[in-house]
Every structure is written in structure tokens, then in C-alpha cells.
């Protein structure tokens, strides 16, 4: 009787290391290694040079910044741009003691983050008035939306789903790849069920199925600059713009500090 109790103690065993090594097999298989997304630049605008870019958007014909500024001298504004010729046309600056971040458009209202003040600020879209303000914790890095609530970004792997109406947050997806937890994800833009964004310090953009967390796509742009005898001189600082025209079918990228905006096809 001993014999055979120890015998299916053994067989138990090793049937469940055995299961547990497929279980981790299984695992490890479904990982996604992002695809390749090559890219076409179709066209290249004038940008502001002085414009420490945050947070970049396409609406009814017009480009929408909003930008920062690392002395704090009250240069972080919010501004409707021209795309031809790059100029503002309508801007408001934020006070001194803000860093003006990522922005997002949605039900006619402009949202804009701010970098460590634990503020968000809401506008009228038209007039730029400002409506209210909310507070939260952490950083503020990029934001977009998804038709109903906004999404946000904090410097680590994770997408901040928050409550247009009260800004409270209603879910987070970690964001990873093939190497595991994604960090510093930045610049966001909602695209077709997908979310687009920027790697800070890293000429990349990856394509984030906003379900999952993971990187389906990844997009190497650091040749961008070369593009029509363009000079990287002129790009000053990091990639960190991202909008999308959903008529025209294309995007603009362009970074802080950038003299160019680039018009953008992915394929």
C-alpha cells in the first residue's frame, strides 16, 4: 500500500511540473514581436522652433499645440497653428509656475496636462477660455482620447483611462512589448481603435493595441531628417509630436524645438 501511495504521489507530481512547464511554453509563445511599420513623408510645413513641443492634435483644419517651457518664464502656451505656414493664430500662455504638456480634443473641449503641478486644465474649444481645472497625482506626460474617456500618460509603462467629466480614473493597461513593461511612452494619439505614441529620447513610434497593452507596431524614424535634404541640425531636440488627420488619412509628427513638421503615410 505504501509502495502504491508513493507511486501516485510521484505520477501527481510530475504531471503538474510537466503542465506548469506547458503553461509557461504557452506563455512565452504569445508574446507579439511588434511589426515593422514603414513610413512615407508626403509632405514638409514650417514649425515653430521656439515651441518646446508637449502635445500635438489635427481638428477641423488646424494643428493644436500645446507646449512647455523648462525655465518656467511663462512661454508653455496652448495654441491653434497654421498648418502652411506654422504660425499661431490663436494662443493663450499658461502661468509661470505651469508646464504645459500633453492635449487632447474631446466634446468640445481642449484638455492640457501639466508636467509635475498635479494640474489639468480644461478650455472652450473655440475661445480658449478656461472652464475649470482638476487635480491629480504623478506627473502628466501625453494624452488622447478614445471618443469617451481621456487617456493619459505618467513617464512609466502604463495608460491612464480618467473620466472627461470628473477626471478620476477609471482603468489602467500597462504597456509592454516583446522585451517586457514599455516605459516613457509619451506623445498619444488614438487612431482607428489603435493608440499611437512616442518613446521619449528614442526616435521611435510604436503602435499600442489599447486592449492588450502590446506593442503591435513599431515605427524607426530616426532617418526622418533626411528626408528631402532636410538637416538634422534643425531638429534641436527629441521627437515628441504626433497628430492624425482622419480625412486625409495622415499623420504629422515633429518634436521640441523641430523647424519642420513632416507629413507622414505609415504602410
Not at 255 to 264: I, P, T
Request: proline share 2%.
Amino acid at each position: 500500500m505504501t509502495h502504491k501511495l508513493l507511486f501516485a504521489v510521484t505520477t501527481f507530481l510530475f504531471a503538474a511540473c510537466h503542465n506548469n512547464n506547458d503553461a509557461d511554453s504557452t506563455t512565452a509563445s504569445t508574446v507579439i514581436v511588434p511589426a515593422t511599420m514603414n513610413y512615407t513623408v508626403t509632405n514638409i510645413y514650417p514649425h515653430d522652433s521656439t515651441s518646446f513641443l508637449e502635445g500635438l492634435e489635427w481638428h477641423d483644419g488646424f494643428l493644436y499645440e500645446g507646449s512647455g517651457d523648462p525655465d518656467y518664464t511663462g512661454k508653455s502656451k496652448l495654441a491653434k497653428v497654421d498648418l502652411v505656414t506654422g504660425k499661431d493664430i490663436q494662443k493663450i500662455n499658461l502661468a509661470k509656475e505651469y508646464f504645459g504638456e500633453g492635449i487632447t480634443v474631446l466634446n468640445n473641449k481642449i484638455y492640457e496636462l501639466t508636467y509635475k503641478e498635479g494640474k489639468c486644465f480644461v478650455y472652450d474649444f473655440k475661445t480658449f477660455n478656461k472652464l475649470k481645472e482638476f487635480n491629480y497625482d504623478g506627473e502628466g506626460w501625453g494624452m488622447t482620447n478614445d471618443g469617451q474617456y481621456l487617456i493619459m500618460d505618467n513617464k512609466t509603462d502604463k495608460l491612464v483611462y480618467r473620466d472627461p467629466n470628473t477626471f478620476d480614473i477609471v482603468k489602467q493597461v500597462g504597456v509592454s512589448d516583446n522585451n517586457g513593461p514599455l516605459s516613457e511612452i509619451n506623445e498619444l494619439e488614438y487612431v482607428d481603435g489603435f493608440i499611437y505614441a512616442n518613446v521619449y529620447t528614442r526616435d521611435i513610434i510604436v503602435k499600442i493595441d489599447p486592449k492588450t497593452g502590446s506593442v503591435v507596431a513599431k515605427a524607426d524614424l530616426s532617418k526622418i531628417w533626411n528626408t528631402a535634404g532636410q538637416t538634422e541640425n534643425d531638429r534641436a531636440d527629441v521627437l515628441n509630436g504626433i497628430a492624425y488627420d482622419a480625412t486625409q488619412k495622415r499623420f504629422f509628427i515633429t518634436g521640441k524645438n523641430w523647424s519642420k513638421l513632416f507629413e507622414v503615410k505609415f504602410n
